[in-house]
Structure formats: structure tokens, C-alpha cells
């Protein structure tokens, strides 16, 4: 007799093979179980056995059988009670049970099948019968196995597919320094966003920010030092935000601001709070910079009625950022 062997399914390219399975014979008699795994065993199975429901119970969470064959009526834990306890266990309750009855003992199968049993043999039984019935249980169970894998690496196919895209489509849409909409996408959003509020006639306000003397930082600290201050304005000025607003990078230094639900004289307002968290060096500072005070020039203009694309806004308050670079930076400007 051999014993404990783990039964795995086998590859579907290789035929049905006894020896890759173990069945766990379950008896109390002990002729019954010597004579159940010597059949077993001269068809090339793996076997081991128990002769209680508690021994079975505990054999079955630590050898993994490939199938069950139980004795329907045992003293202390019946076999019905051994096959319900392991259908709810969620990591044996595929293991198929095939129940061993006596004739005067049928009556309990129905119970035995609502409980979840795959079939029943009855006292005496021949080999032949035995066997057969215990293969065709296996390959089921082997069939099933692979086809759970088979979904298994589907879904992981899938989920890494899903991940992919969503890498893919954050990648198109983000600016990938300072995690912010880059210009297209903020474009499309802005185009939305401005048909919304002519279709309803809510006011939308645009906001445009150059960090000013930008380029001497670059010059004078690095451009690694000046990516990072690209980064800290922007934690700056997204504090400032709602969640409906948007904030993204229309290009190097420069950052488009779209504000829905706000009128020119809230945008200012935004405007200014977003110029003092920049230019407050308690917030904007850098450790690898000691000495760079950041600041902020900013532009900004409500959509009108007389605007048929949000290019004009932006063109606006791309006029009034001219404005207040003009007129010394670290300022904002709003023209209509």
C-alpha cells in the first residue's frame, strides 16, 4: 500500500494516469478498507486511509486526497456528517466523495447527495465497478482542474491586460514630471468642461501660471533641482484646488488652470491664494536649494457668451499673464 502521495492533475496532453492520484479510503471496518486499497492499489492508485470521521478529517486536511470513497453509517462522525463538514470548507469541498453504502442503507442517499456526494457504490461491490466509478470521478475532477486553471491564468491574463491599459491611458494623459494633466488631455477636458457651462450658462474660469525667472534656476541650481521645483509649485498650487477643478502642465514651466462653477471674481481670488502658497517659502522651499524663493505670475479670464471655442478664453489669459510679467511678476492679472 502506499501512502500520502500528492495527486495532481496532469498536463492535457498526457493520458489518464492512477498513479497521479491519491484516494482516501474511509471505513471503520478494517476488512473493508484492506480489501477497498487492495483494489486500489493493483489499479495503480495511491491510497492511504482512516477508520474515524475525526481521523478522516484531519487526513484529508493534511494529505490533499484526490477523491474520497466513505462509509455511509460509522460510529461517532457518520460519514454524512464528515461529508458536510468538509463541504464547507472552502479548500476541500471539490474533493469528490464517492459514499460506500449497504442496501438497507439507500434511503440516507438523498441526504448523502444534497450534502454534496458525486455518486455511491453498494456493499458487496465488485472491483470492476469500483474502479470504474472511481476513474470516471477523476477525470471529472481532473477535467474540472484544468479548467479552473485554464480560467485562472484567463483572469490573471485579463487583470494584467486591465493594468496595462490603465498604465496606457495614464501615460497619454499625464505629464509624467509632476503627475498633472499634460496638454492634450487637459485640452479635451477643457473642450467639455466649456460646453457644459454654454449648454447650461454656469460660468467656467481659465487660470494660466509661469513660474517666473525660471530659466535662471535651471541655470544657476540644475535641472534636477528645477524639475523639483516644478513639482513642489505644483503640490502648491493643487492644494489650493478643488475637486472639480483642474490643474495640468501646458508646457515647461508654464500650468493651465480650469475652474468650472466660477466667476472671474472667485478665479481671482483662487488666483492669488495659489500665488501666496507658491511664493511662501515655508511651503515652496528645497533643502538641495537653500536661497530659491519661488514665484508666480498668473493670468486669468472668465468665458464669455461671445466665445465659441475655450481658445478664446485661453487666449485671454494668455494676455493677462503677459500683463503681469510685464508689470514686475509675482502678481496675478484678470482681463474678460
Known amino acids: 500500500m502506499r501512502r500520502l502521495a500528492t495527486g495532481k492533475a496532469e498536463s492535457p496532453a498526457r493520458p489518464f494516469d492512477p498513479g497521479s492520484f ?29 477508520m474515524t470521521g475525526a481521523e478522516a478529517l484531519m487526513r484529508v486536511r493534511s494529505a490533499q486526497p484526490d477523491l474520497i ?26 474533493i469528490p466523495v464517492l459514499f460506500v453504502t449497504a442496501s438497507n442503507e439507500e434511503t440516507h442517499m438523498l441526504e448523502a447527495f444534497q ?40 483572469q490573471r491574463t485579463h487583470a494584467q491586460l486591465q493594468s496595462a491599459y490603465t498604465e496606457l491611458g495614464r501615460l497619454a494623459t499625464t505629464d509624467p ?3 498633472l494633466a499634460n496638454r492634450r488631455h487637459w485640452m479635451t477636458l477643457a473642450k467639455k468642461e466649456f460646453q457644459r457651462s454654454c449648454r447650461y450658462q454656469h ?23 528645477g524639475d523639483l521645483a516644478l513639482a513642489t509649485a505644483t503640490q502648491a498650487a493643487s492644494s489650493i484646488l478643488r475637486t472639480q477643478d483642474c490643474l495640468g502642465r501646458y508646457g515647461g514651466e508654464e500650468f493651465v488652470m480650469l475652474l468650472p462653477e466660477t466667476d472671474a471674481a472667485a478665479a481671482a481670488i483662487v488666483a492669488e491664494r495659489i500665488r501666496k502658497a507658491i511664493a511662501d517659502p515655508t511651503i515652496t522651499s528645497l533643502p538641495s536649494a537653500p536661497g530659491l524663493t519661488l514665484t508666480v ?30 508689470r514686475g511678476r509675482n502678481r496675478v492679472m484678470m482681463v474678460l
Open 69 to 94: 470513497l466513505l462509509d455511509l453509517m460509522m460510529p461517532g462522525m457518520s460519514g454524512l456528517q464528515l461529508c458536510d463538514r468538509l463541504k464547507e470548507d472552502p479548500i476541500l469541498r471539490d
Open 22 to 50: 491519491l484516494v482516501l479510503v474511509v471505513d471503520d471496518v478494517s476488512q473493508n478498507v484492506r480489501l477497498s486499497i487492495e483494489m486500489l492499489d493493483q489499479a495503480g492508485y495511491e491510497t492511504t486511509f482512516a
Open 115 to 154: 450534502l454534496g456526494a458525486v455518486d455511491y457504490i453498494t456493499k458487496p461491490f465488485r472491483s470492476a465497478e469500483l474502479l470504474a466509478r472511481v476513474r470516471v470521478h477523476l477525470e471529472l475532477k481532473q477535467a474540472r482542474d484544468r479548467l479552473s486553471q485554464a480560467l485562472n491564468a484567463l
Open 297 to 326: 505670475s498668473i493670468g486669468g479670464t472668465s468665458c464669455q457668451s461671445t466665445d465659441t471655442s475655450i481658445e478664446a478664453a485661453l487666449n485671454r489669459a494668455d494676455r493677462a499673464l503677459y500683463q503681469a510679467k510685464n
Open 203 to 225: 460660468p467656467l474660469s481659465v487660470l494660466m501660471l509661469d513660474l517666473d525667472h525660471f530659466k535662471a534656476v535651471n541655470d544657476t541650481y540644475g535641472h534636477a533641482v
Open 177 to 179: 514630471l509632476t503627475g
